[in-house]
Nanobody
Framework: VQLQASGGGLVQAGGSLRLSCAAS????????MAWFRQAPGKEREIVAA????????RTADSVKGRFTISRDNAKNIVYLEINNLKPEDTALYYC???????????WGTGTLVTVSS
């Protein structure tokens, strides 16, 4: 299983980004997926997750209303739409394959998001 995140960059506060995580390996549509982030000097935190068909999604309270997770099973991609970016969103973002909402079994590479004030 390989998970490759992309779409990060340097943006101004108030801007938007769409991160992508491309998956290869076993059938993508069989698994839940999640996005995490880790800011400098801070612990990793989960920001969003969703089920096989995106019927069920979960978003961390700290980003609710600004972050949206989605997936395209035909393309084997999971997305994270981030709106109204804030400097505190600066972090390395990466995706993971989830076994339902219980634990992550594969982790991908990250993409860096830097938000300037």
């Amino acid at each position: 299983v390989q998970l490759q995140a992309s779409g990060g960059g340097l943006v101004q506060a108030g801007g938007s980004l769409r991160l992508s995580c491309a998956a290869s390996g076993p059938p993508f549509r069989n698994y839940y997926m999640a996005w995490f982030r880790q800011a400098p000097g801070k612990e990793r935190e989960i920001v969003a997750a969703l089920d096989w068909s995106a019927t069920s999604t979960r978003t961390a309270d700290s980003v609710k209303g600004r972050f949206t997770i989605s997936r395209d099973n035909a393309k084997n991609i999971v997305y994270l739409e981030i709106n109204n970016l804030k400097p505190e969103d600066t972090a390395l973002y990466y995706c993971a394959r989830a076994v339902m909402y219980t634990y992550m079994d594969y982790w991908g590479t990250g993409t860096l998001v830097t938000v300037s004030s």
